[in-house]
């Protein structure tokens, strides 16, 4: 196992051999040709006798192949112009389907297309029948899945790397209306995608105790690790958009290793081996559902230094050339942490240079600081993580003693500026009183540069959340605002919106978005506006039939479509959005207003509950069981519907944000760290009700007040009435029908009566109320009557909607990868 064939060089004569074989022609006889080869040889199936799975696994192996030879052409150019690098280290990455990507990149659609069409395949077939590798929670791992996109299409030399997790996000199911979680076997079929390289594997080690010992005249330190696993990597390209450039995603399984197994034959155990092999295995088996909150699970860790362990393993040991003067690294590579999930890293990387390549601490330190750099994703405090001492001491007893030496210098540094401020050395210790070691802080001390995902988000960051480091450290501080990939969810998402764009701006804007400005004159076109709508009305009935098809949902033509898709949090405010409805029910069922006078709506939600959140739960329910109410109560004659598909992901999300007429994103403001979903709809020509919460700030400002519904408290309102004691009852007294509301759902209306099943959803509003849904209701609903109104001018509205469009250009994720790498990465282009 430990005789690698992949570092051997080998001599070749044969010309053929000296570079690597050529991709297949680009033409319909070139591809039909490699898809009959993929799945006559590698299949070993006639195509008469094809199954879906067999020729879509041939169609994947067809596209593989043409990407390829670049493949292995810019990793041989990376190996000889060794160009700094990014490492972006993420536990999580919301891919999506690959095969539409993958083809749109490699500019193979409409060949593709033809030649499959003559084998006798319907492409659209194979492209539903590719199951989505949901490898990640909500935002923070579709935004990795967005930058590894811009990382190729901008060519920087990168690897992605990652947790190839088993089973990924789970799948919702709704049972009598409560979310059911069944698990996502998405590898059942295997995935044609990846490369599986066992003879690349790295040892990941775990537990046991440290010792020192005299190296020739030097004390050291070594960690004896008590049991280890094999960590084995996946290769999948990522091909950058019709730019011949395919760069790598490296995810991490974990396998059991030989001396463990050797280990525990030798004392006889047969099951006792077999047991250590599952165990080894659980590492990567399965996602931890949880979004913005945090599992303090031991697993959780394991994972967390399984990954990033390997990664910094396979970088310093494959992809650094061998005789690399550790000094230099900082030129050579930047490790982004996505979040803290990865921070586990930076003692990972002193104990890498302190204990196996020997530099002494202070050299290290300097290097360690250089080579590191952390996005923080969040504000809410119970979403940073912080790990238990005992913990890590159990789990890693090395890495802990690094951190507390990390931060004993640390809490010089600050004693030295500061003096002896107890208080803040307290509140800046990296290990706090309770024996909690805080990855955020850890990871601001050693990072070189960090940074929020708004501009919002980055100030409070530097104003509350990290306050004190801010002082001490303000250069380290900066923002990088959030972006999505147009090419996923413009191009592919919205073919008939870039169709319409490409023909009125020519080709080009996909990957220099700030050309959507261009669009804005033709927001005063007549003929351009129609245009626009009827491309929205066909998403709209595009949508209808995935919904018909896939939920036995409908949505109606004449139905303004008013969708809210995110995590199911209470930051963000469902319930907000349910007080909505539930009050234009209750004006149609008190009679106080007519049916015929309602604003036809569609209200979409979709949402996954961490399983464990129990109020996100219930929330789920409380959606599911006001939409039974609503959409069969003939007193609103089909003008109010509720649609709540399950098991929203990236999928349906390409199919829904087209079709948006209005994007909600109503979180408290302070609470939403940046957001995306409301990017995409924008770009997509929705128009945003929403607070001054995380991106909307930047969306606002750059669409125009007139293009947007802005309501509720801004994030000092909010804290001042946090300070001034906020009582959400009196809320509730002071606006009738908000009264009415919270008591039609605590009446037992939605629940057959049952008065206990929603209650608590009720009371918490009433007298807790964190994220204070109450203190915004009357400003929000009032908002939505401005949407009313202003949909009923439907050709302005349209307007509106493409000044959206046009004025969102900034929200590529191009734009944040070049603001990282001119704010943080500071690398350069590949050849
Ligand atoms: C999320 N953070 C934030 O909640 C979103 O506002 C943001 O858009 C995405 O990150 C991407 O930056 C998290 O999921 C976490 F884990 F950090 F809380």
Same mark, same amino acid.
């Given at each position: 196992?430990?005789?690698?064939?992949?570092?051997?060089?080998?001599?070749?004569?044969?010309?053929?051999?000296?570079?690597?074989?050529?991709?297949?022609?680009?033409?319909?006889?070139?591809?039909?040709?490699?898809?009959?080869?993929?799945?006559?040889?590698?299949?070993?199936?006639?195509?008469?006798?094809?199954?879906?799975?067999?020729?879509?696994?041939?169609?994947?192996?067809?596209?593989?192949?043409?990407?390829?030879?670049?493949?292995?052409?810019?990793?041989?150019?990376?190996?000889?112009?060794?160009?700094?690098?990014?490492?972006?280290?993420?536990?999580?990455?919301?891919?999506?389907? /690959?095969?539409?990507?993958?083809?749109?990149?490699?500019?193979?659609?409409?060949?593709?297309?033809?030649?499959?069409?003559?084998?006798?395949?319907?492409?659209?077939?194979?492209?539903?029948?590719?199951?989505?590798?949901?490898?990640?929670?909500?935002?923070?791992?579709?935004?990795?899945?967005?930058?590894?996109?811009?990382?190729?299409?901008?060519?920087?030399?990168?690897?992605?790397? =990652?947790?190839? &997790?088993?089973?990924?996000?789970?799948?919702?199911?709704?049972?009598?209306?409560?979310?059911?979680?069944?698990?996502?076997?998405?590898?059942?079929?295997?995935?044609?995608?990846?490369?599986?390289?066992?003879?690349?594997?790295?040892?990941?080690?775990?537990?046991?105790?440290?010792?020192?010992?005299?190296?020739?005249?030097?004390?050291?330190?070594?960690?004896?690790?008590?049991?280890?696993?094999?960590?084995?990597?996946?290769?999948?390209?990522?091909?950058?958009?019709?730019?011949?450039?395919?760069?790598?995603?490296?995810?991490?399984?974990?396998?059991?290793?030989?001396?463990?197994?050797?280990?525990?034959?030798?004392?006889?155990?047969?099951?006792?081996?077999?047991?250590?092999?599952?165990?080894?295995?659980?590492?990567?088996?399965?996602?931890?559902?949880?979004?913005?909150?945090?599992?303090?699970?031991?697993?959780?860790?394991?994972? /967390? +230094?399984?990954?990033?362990?390997?990664?910094?393993?396979?970088?310093?040991?494959?992809?650094?050339?061998?005789?690399?003067?550790?000094?230099?690294?900082?030129?050579?590579?930047?490790?982004?942490?996505?979040?803290?999930?990865?921070?586990?890293?930076?003692?990972?990387?002193?104990?890498?240079?302190?204990?196996?390549?020997?530099?002494?601490?202070?050299?290290?330190?300097?290097?360690?600081?250089?080579?590191?750099? +952390?996005?923080?994703?969040?504000?809410?405090?119970?979403?940073?993580?912080?790990?238990?001492?005992?913990?890590? =001491?159990?789990?890693?007893?090395?890495?802990?003693?690094?951190?507390?030496?990390?931060?004993?210098?640390?809490?010089?540094?600050?004693?030295?500026?500061?003096?002896?401020?107890?208080?803040?050395?307290?509140?800046?210790?990296?290990?706090?009183?309770?024996?909690?070691?805080?990855?955020?802080?850890?990871?601001?001390?050693?990072?070189?540069?960090?940074?929020?995902?708004?501009?919002?988000?980055? /100030?409070?960051?530097?104003?509350?959340?990290?306050?004190?480091?801010?002082?001490?450290?303000?250069?380290?501080?900066?923002?990088?605002?959030? =972006?999505?990939?147009?090419?996923?969810?413009?191009?592919?998402?919205?073919?008939?919106?870039?169709?319409?764009?490409?023909?009125?701006?020519?080709?080009?804007?996909?990957?220099?978005?700030?050309?959507?400005?261009?669009?804005?004159?033709?927001?005063?076109?007549?003929?351009?506006?129609?245009?626009?709508?009827?491309?929205?009305?066909?998403?709209?009935?595009?949508?209808?039939?995935?919904?018909?098809?896939?939920?036995?949902?409908?949505?109606?033509?004449?139905?303004?479509?008013?969708?809210?898709?995110?995590?199911?949090?209470?930051?963000?405010?469902?319930?907000?959005?349910?007080?909505?409805?539930?009050?234009? +029910?209750?004006?149609?069922?008190?009679?106080?207003?007519?049916?015929?006078?309602?604003?036809?709506?569609?209200?979409?939600?979709?949402?996954?509950?961490?399983?464990?959140?129990?109020?996100?739960?219930?929330?789920?329910?409380?959606?599911?069981?006001?939409?039974?109410?609503?959409?069969?109560?003939?007193?609103?004659?089909?003008?109010?519907?509720?649609?709540?598909?399950?098991?929203?992901?990236?999928?349906?999300?390409?199919?829904?944000?087209?079709?948006?007429?209005?994007?909600?994103?109503?979180?408290?403001?302070?609470?939403?760290?940046?957001?995306?979903?409301?990017?995409?709809?924008?770009?997509?020509?929705?128009?945003?009700?929403?607070?001054?919460?995380?991106?909307?700030?930047?969306?606002?400002?750059?669409?125009?007040?007139?293009?947007?519904?802005?309501?509720?408290?801004?994030?000092?309102?909010?804290?001042?009435?946090?300070?001034?004691?906020?009582?959400?009852?009196?809320?509730?007294?002071?606006?009738?029908?908000?009264?009415?509301?919270?008591?039609?759902?605590?009446?037992?209306?939605?629940?057959?009566?049952?008065?206990?099943?929603?209650?608590?959803?009720?009371?918490?509003?009433?007298?807790?109320?964190?994220?204070?849904?109450?203190?915004?209701?009357?400003? +929000?609903?009032?908002?939505?009557?401005?949407?009313?109104?202003?949909?009923?001018?439907?050709?302005?509205?349209?307007?509106?909607?493409?000044?959206?469009?046009?004025?969102?250009?900034?929200?590529?994720?191009?734009?944040?990868?070049?603001? &990282?790498?001119?704010?943080?990465?500071?690398?350069?282009?590949?050849?």
């Amino acid at each position: 196992n430990d005789k690698t064939s992949g570092s051997r060089t080998i001599a070749a004569t044969h010309p053929l051999a000296l570079a690597p074989v050529a991709s297949p022609p680009a033409t319909v006889d070139g591809f039909v040709r490699e898809f009959l080869l993929n799945l006559n040889m590698e299949r070993g199936v006639a195509l008469s006798s094809a199954t879906e799975t067999d020729t879509y696994m041939a169609l994947a192996a067809t596209v593989r192949d043409y990407l390829v030879a670049r493949w292995l052409e810019d990793q041989r150019r990376q190996r000889e112009d060794q160009r700094k690098a990014v490492c972006y280290l993420s536990a999580e990455y919301l891919l999506g389907r /690959q095969l539409d990507n993958n083809l749109l990149a490699s500019g193979l659609t409409e060949i593709a297309t033809e030649a499959l069409a003559a084998c006798g395949i319907d492409i659209d077939t194979m492209r539903a029948h590719e199951v989505e590798p949901g490898l990640g929670n909500g935002g923070l791992g579709r935004l990795a899945a967005c930058f590894v996109d811009s990382l190729a299409t901008l060519s920087v030399p990168s690897i992605g790397y =990652g947790i190839r &997790y088993e089973y990924g996000i789970f799948r919702q199911v709704f049972r009598g209306g409560e979310q059911i979680e069944k698990p996502d076997a998405w590898l059942a079929l295997g995935s044609p995608w990846e490369f599986r390289h066992p003879e690349s594997a790295q040892t990941v080690s775990f537990a046991g105790h440290t010792e020192t010992y005299d190296d020739d005249g030097v004390i050291r330190s070594r960690w004896v690790p008590a049991w280890s696993v094999r960590a084995v990597p996946y290769n999948y390209m990522v091909p950058g958009y019709q730019n011949g450039r395919v760069n790598t995603l490296r995810l991490w399984s974990a396998e059991a290793t030989k001396a463990f197994d050797l280990r525990t034959f030798n004392s006889g155990d047969y099951v006792e081996a077999v047991r250590a092999q599952t165990f080894a295995e659980n590492i990567s088996k399965v996602l931890y559902p949880e979004d913005s909150t945090p599992q303090g699970k031991e697993l959780r860790l394991q994972q /967390q +230094y399984f990954f990033v362990a390997a990664s910094i393993a396979d970088y310093m040991t494959k992809v650094l050339p061998e005789d690399f003067d550790l000094e230099d690294l900082p030129e050579r590579v930047i490790f982004q942490l996505n979040d803290t999930h990865p921070v586990i890293a930076v003692p990972e990387m002193m104990r890498v240079l302190v204990d196996e390549r020997k530099l002494d601490w202070d050299a290290a330190w300097a290097i360690t600081q250089k080579c590191f750099a +952390y996005t923080c994703h969040t504000l809410l405090p119970e979403a940073l993580e912080v790990w238990s001492v005992d913990l890590l =001491g159990r789990l890693l007893p090395r890495h802990l003693e690094i951190i507390y030496r990390i931060n004993d210098e640390f809490l010089l540094r600050v004693r030295e500026r500061f003096g002896d401020d107890e208080q803040r050395l307290r509140d800046m210790s990296i290990v706090s009183e309770q024996r909690a070691v805080r990855m955020a802080y850890l990871a601001t001390v050693a990072g070189s540069k960090v940074n929020g995902v708004a501009e919002l988000h980055s /100030q409070l960051l530097r104003e509350r959340v990290l306050h004190q480091f801010d002082e001490m450290m303000p250069e380290k501080f900066t923002n990088v605002t959030n =972006g999505v990939t147009p090419r996923r969810f413009m191009r592919l998402a919205n073919p008939d919106l870039s169709e319409l764009i490409t023909a009125a701006l020519g080709t080009g804007w996909l990957t220099d978005l700030e050309r959507l400005r261009e669009l804005e004159s033709y927001a005063e076109d007549p003929d351009f506006r129609a245009a626009f709508a009827s491309v929205k009305a066909a998403n709209k009935r595009r949508l209808n039939d995935v919904l018909m098809k896939r939920d036995g949902f409908e949505i109606a033509d004449d139905h303004l479509l008013d969708v809210m898709v995110k995590r199911l949090h209470e930051y963000k405010r469902q319930t907000l959005k349910l007080l909505h409805i539930v009050t234009l +029910y209750e004006r149609v069922v008190s009679g106080r207003v007519a049916a015929s006078d309602l604003q036809p709506r569609t209200f979409i939600f979709g949402a996954k509950a961490a399983p464990g959140y129990a109020m996100a739960k219930r929330v789920i329910h409380l959606i599911n069981a006001v939409g039974s109410v609503v959409n069969n109560d003939p007193r609103l004659e089909g003008r109010l519907k509720v649609v709540f598909p399950p098991n929203y992901n990236v999928t349906l999300a390409e199919r829904v944000i087209p079709a948006a007429d209005l994007s909600e994103q109503i979180s408290l403001a302070g609470k939403e760290a940046s957001g995306t979903g409301n990017m995409k709809f924008a770009l997509n020509g929705a128009l945003t009700i929403g607070t001054d919460d995380g991106a909307n700030v930047e969306i606002r400002e750059l669409v125009g007040d007139d293009n947007f519904f802005l309501f509720g408290m801004s994030e000092p309102e909010v804290e001042e009435l946090w300070a001034a004691g906020y009582r959400p009852g009196e809320f509730a007294q002071a606006d009738d029908e908000l009264r009415r509301a919270l008591d039609l759902i605590g009446s037992g209306a939605f629940s057959d009566g049952d008065r206990s099943t929603f209650e608590p959803v009720v009371s918490n509003l009433m007298y807790d109320d964190r994220f204070m849904v109450l203190a915004d209701y009357t400003s +929000y609903i009032a908002a939505q009557e401005r949407v009313d109104a202003a949909y009923a001018d439907r050709d302005a509205w349209t307007r509106s909607a493409i000044l959206n469009v046009a004025r969102t250009g900034f929200f590529s994720s191009d734009r944040s990868i070049r603001d &990282y790498i001119d704010r943080i990465w500071h690398t350069q282009p590949a050849r």
